[in-house]
């Protein structure tokens, strides 16, 4: 009995990744069909070390400025769009905002941009301008839009144009009690300020933006090193509990000597007193495929950052600022396009399996330049409109926030046609198995950039058993190219005595399905091909059902509400 408990322990063990494992990229290979492989049931990410998502909101960006695009600010009622902050609030509960955003968060003085407008003064916006602006998405503005869309602040501290001081009197004015001790906290409960009595109690602070590459800096690690190590220690002092973690190396120097060093000379100094590591990856416009940018960068970092965790502020498709994609607006929706939607679903999936990867932030929540999640695009002109339009990847994300909380990531190995797609990843096919972590239910996030359909077979661990399952599916793309949202369906699989199952992608679509039940009945509204005549043709028994049946549901089968399954003169029981 020991040996075989012992056996069984370390089988446990194995199965469960430790915190600091290293981290390996996702096998995929070429293949004749579609094959997801979580037989093995080993577990790459935990359910306690999860993949929150979330958004880079530059102030500027938000608010708008002179030249392309008027932003999403509404100085009538002085807030971003309420249909954004209704989407926000409804699809993102708990997503993580960065402010003051990237660039401009290099020349951003917080002090003028908080209290009465008419005492805020123009400070550099940046962008794709190079205009000046007085701030009206300031930090409070910022703060309450926080609290408004339910949603998690880190900020981004200027540490190039402002001081050591200035970042602890911003950790103050945020974190401080309001105890009669902290003058800048006294300052944010004043009603002309903040008028918040509570400190806003912010975790997470990012130490400046890509300095080794911004016009103005241009920074050596040594120099970024020297101006941090008194800017951490000022803000320590203010609260010894917040998360500071300082910047990788420019995601525009990907794959040079001096990206891999920039981050590790920082490591090297000081790793014991940061909490992780920042960093940017933008993929696919630049050539740099999803599964390169992951593969490659993003798990570098996180290997080289272990035991701490890695913070992805900023990433999207890329622009092709070869072909002149900077200036030809008719570009600019691809990002937010099915095309832009595929990629950030293949970058998020890669994501998924790197453990150390705590936040993937997509760059950026604006209503300027290349990337906008709720702008329409004008039919005429193709070029993004100032009208308020949802766009398919700000739908895929909703549906990827909530599929990947409170879930366990399984090793998947994928197998996968290449038809050209015309994709540098050269492959079609990606996707990952979850698991839910107090229910156990399975499901799987895929996509699939082809221009074809494409049916794909699932391996699953042994403890799925054999049998019929209701399972949803959810996803964003196919016929109507993610135009109306994310689609649904319920559908009968059939898991067979290999533990495997299959499903149909659609073509140039990602998505999740998941299994959430066995032996369940679809009603006549929830079937596809039926008669709704007769009884439910999903309906199953272990074939030994005779006579009528009868179900009813409260609510919808959704994974949180339940069904009553009911029987009428037959003997037995009805599980």
């Known amino acids: 009995r020991l040996s075989a408990l012992t056996g069984l322990f370390f089988l446990v063990i194995l199965m469960v990744p430790c915190a600091d494992a290293q981290v390996v990229p996702q096998p995929i290979s070429i293949g004749a069909t579609s094959i997801l492989d979580a037989s093995s049931g080993n577990v790459v990410r935990d359910a306690s070390q999860p993949l929150s998502l979330g ?11 002179t030249g392309p695009g008027n932003g999403i600010w509404d100085d009538n009622i002085w807030q971003v769009w309420p249909e954004v902050t209704d989407f926000l609030r409804t699809h993102f509960p708990g997503a993580v905002y960065r402010y003051s955003g990237g660039t401009v968060s290099d020349y951003f003085n917080w002090k003028q941009s908080i209290g009465p407008l008419s005492g805020r003064t123009e400070q550099w916006a940046g962008g794709w301008t190079g205009s000046e602006m007085v701030p009206k998405f300031g930090l409070d503005e910022f703060m309450d839009f926080v609290d408004e869309v339910k ?14 001081q200035d970042a602890a009197n911003m950790v103050e004015y945020l974190n401080a009690e309001n105890d009669g001790t902290h003058p800048w906290a006294a300052l944010r409960a004043h009603s002309s300020y903040g008028n918040h009595a509570d400190p806003y109690r912010v975790k997470i602070w990012e130490l400046g933006n890509e300095l080794d590459f911004a016009k103005d800096f241009k920074w050596t690690s040594s120099q ?18 917040i998360l500071i973690i300082p910047h990788t190396a420019s995601g525009s120097n990907l794959g040079s000597g001096t990206w891999y060093n920039w981050h590790r000379a920082i490591l090297d100094e000081m790793q014991s007193d940061i909490d992780g590591m920042a960093t940017h990856i933008y993929y696919d416009g630049n050539n740099v495929s999803a599964a390169k940018a992951n593969n490659i960068y993003a798990i570098t970092v996180s290997n080289d950052t272990l035991p701490n965790r890695v913070y992805l502020t900023e990433h999207a498709r890329d622009i092709d600022w070869s072909t002149g994609e900077a200036t030809d607006q008719t570009t600019w929706p691809r990002t937010t396009a099915m095309l832009g939607t595929l990629e950030t679903a293949d970058m998020l999936i890669g994501l998924a399996s790197n453990h150390p990867i705590a936040l993937a932030q997509w760059h950026s929540l604006s209503g300027t330049g290349p990337w906008r999640l709720f702008n329409s695009v004008d039919p005429v002109t193709g070029k993004y409109s100032n009208n308020f339009g949802i766009r398919p990847v700000a739908w895929m994300l909703a549906l990827f926030h909530k599929s990947l909380p409170g879930r366990v990531v399984l090793q998947t190995n994928v197998t996968t046609p290449d038809n050209n797609a015309g994709y540098t990843g050269e492959y079609d096919v990606r996707g990952v198995v979850l698991r839910e972590q107090v229910t ?34 959810e996803y964003v793309g196919g016929a109507d190219m993610g135009q109306t949202g994310i689609q649904s369906a ?10 495997e199952f299959q499903f149909y992608a659609n073509y140039s679509s990602c998505g999740v399905i998941t299994i959430l039940g066995e032996n369940l009945v679809l009603n006549h509204s929830m079937e596809v091909n039926s008669n709704p005549d007769t009884p439910p043709n999903n309906w199953i028994a272990g074939g030994t059902a005779t006579g009528p049946v009868e179900q009813s549901t409260d609510g919808a089968i959704d994974g949180n509400a339940f069904a009553r399954l009911g029987q009428m003169n037959a003997p037995g029981t009805l599980t």
């Open 440 to 473: 156990n239910r399975y499901s799987v996030l895929y996509m699939n950039r082809h221009s074809g359909g494409h049916s794909v077979t699932v391996r699953m661990p042994a403890d799925l058993a054999a049998g019929n399952y209701l399972a949803r599916l």
């Open 490 to 499: 319920y559908l009968s699989v059939t898991v067979d005595s290999n533990h």
């Open 151 to 164: 949603g998690t602040a880190l900020i981004t501290v200027n540490v190039s144009t402002m001081n050591a």
């Open 55 to 65: 958004f880079n909101t530059p102030w500027n960006a938000i608010q708008g400025y």
């Open 224 to 241: 970024y090193i020297d101006t941090i190590i008194p800017v951490i220690q000022a803000m320590r002092a203010v609260d010894p509990d």
